[in-house]
Each structure stands twice: as structure tokens, then as C-alpha cells.
């Protein structure tokens, strides 16, 4: 399984600025994808970050909120926008292979608003 | 959206003891994935399934692919206190990207 750091693990912030989540992969993948956590809840999929071109975002979430970029195959970032306490939750990179169905996941970043 | 219906919610056993818990969908899954989730981490993997019936074991983890390509369960023999978590399954419809999870099963263990 790759390796995927995600920086940071946890920050505080104050309604109203923007935090950017980076997520590093030591091997080339396929695919990237962005989930949300929200306390004690299951995991949804916010978006899928694809290379060199716009996001995929599901039903209720949106590019303003929620920009992400995805340079190249081991890197991407996901920016939660204009923030406020509801958006408190625990945000997760995975990553996966086309030809392979595993999904992995980093270690997530514990977003808290205040 | 499609939903994976997960049960039970929590488990409450003894250390030793064997534990079962499992997933279904409304619809057909051509993938069944098990995580296990510990405090402050993201979901680790812990199983993979990829044909109707398929059983396959990880140590005392064992989780097989229902017939119907429309269940799956986890089974875990002889409990020890590090199993204590949460526990996800996630499927994959045929020819969709995307993940979907189930709402977890909390498992803690009395020593």
C-alpha cells in the first residue's frame, strides 16, 4: 500500500478564514479522492481530485467551499473555504488504482471552528 | 444516494469472546471493503472482496462476500483489546467510482 501523509493533523481556526489540507503520496496513483468525517459519523466522499483538471464534486458540496487542486500524481490539496463551526469535522485523503479496487487512506486532518 | 446498511451500531463483549458483524445494500456490489478506524486515525484496511461468495481471512479476521452480491460480513474470532474500534464496510456498485460506507460498528471490549 502507498504511504500518504497529510499535513496538517489538526488546527483550530476562527470562523470566517480558509484552511488548505495537503496530501502526500509516496508512489504515483491514479486516483485521489476527498472525504469528510463529521463527529462520530461515517466517512462521505466530497470530491474526486483528478490531474491537471477540475475537480469531481458530489450532490451538496461545491467548488467555492470546497477548492481542490491536483498538480501531479502523488500531490493534492483541498481548501475548506469562508469557514464556520459546522464545517468541524475530520478530513480525509485516500487514494487508489484504477486496476485495483483497494482504497487507502491518510490519517486525516481534525478540523475544529470556533 | 445508494446507502449501505450496517448493524449492529455498537458492541459491547468480553475479551476472548468471538464478534460478528455485517452490511447490507439495495442495490449489487461488485466490491466489499472492511476498515477498521482507531481513535485520531484514518481507516486502515483490514479486508478486500471481489467475487460473490468469496471468502477470505486476515489472521483472526474473516469476511466473506455474500451470494447475492448484495451483503457482507466480518467476523472476528477470540477478541483481544486492541481490536477495540470502529469498524466500516464500504462497497463499490459495478462500474461506479465511487466508495460508499456503512455507518460503523463500534466495538469495545471489557477485560
Known amino acids: 500500500s502507498a504511504v500518504i501523509s497529510q499535513k496538517p493533523s489538526r488546527d483550530i481556526c476562527q470562523r470566517g478564514t480558509s484552511l488548505t489540507i495537503q496530501c502526500q503520496v509516496d508512489s504515483q496513483v491514479t486516483m485521489m479522492f476527498w472525504y469528510r468525517q463529521q463527529p462520530g459519523q461515517s466517512l462521505t466522499l466530497i470530491a474526486t481530485?483528478?490531474?491537471?483538471?477540475?475537480?469531481?464534486?458530489e450532490s451538496g458540496f461545491v467548488i467555492d467551499k470546497f477548492p481542490i487542486s491536483r498538480p501531479n500524481l502523488t500531490f493534492s490539496t483541498l481548501t475548506v473555504s469562508n469557514m464556520s463551526p459546522e464545517d468541524s469535522s475530520i478530513y480525509l485523503c485516500?487514494?487508489?488504482?484504477?486496476?485495483?479496487?483497494?482504497?487507502?487512506f491518510g490519517s486525516g486532518t481534525q478540523l475544529s471552528v470556533l | 444516494g445508494q446507502q449501505l446498511n450496517q448493524s449492529p451500531q455498537s458492541m459491547f463483549i468480553q475479551e476472548g469472546e468471538d464478534v460478528s458483524m455485517n452490511c447490507t445494500s439495495s442495490?449489487?456490489?461488485?466490491?466489499w471493503l472492511w476498515y477498521k478506524q482507531d481513535p485520531g486515525e484514518g481507516p486502515v484496511l483490514l479486508i478486500a472482496?471481489?467475487?460473490?461468495?468469496e471468502l477470505t481471512s486476515n489472521g483472526r479476521l474473516t469476511a466473506q462476500f455474500g451470494i447475492t452480491r448484495k451483503d457482507s460480513f466480518l467476523n472476528i474470532s477470540a477478541s483481544i483489546p486492541s481490536d477495540v474500534g470502529i469498524y466500516f464496510c464500504a462497497g463499490r456498485e459495478e462500474g461506479a467510482q465511487k466508495l460508499v460506507f456503512g455507518q460503523g460498528t463500534r466495538l469495545t471490549i471489557n477485560p
Open positions: 442495490s449489487i456490489f461488485n466490491t
Open positions: 481530485a483528478n490531474q491537471g483538471s477540475e475537480a469531481t464534486y
Open positions: 472482496l471481489y467475487k460473490a461468495g
Open positions: 485516500s487514494v487508489g488504482h484504477l486496476d485495483n479496487e483497494k482504497l487507502f
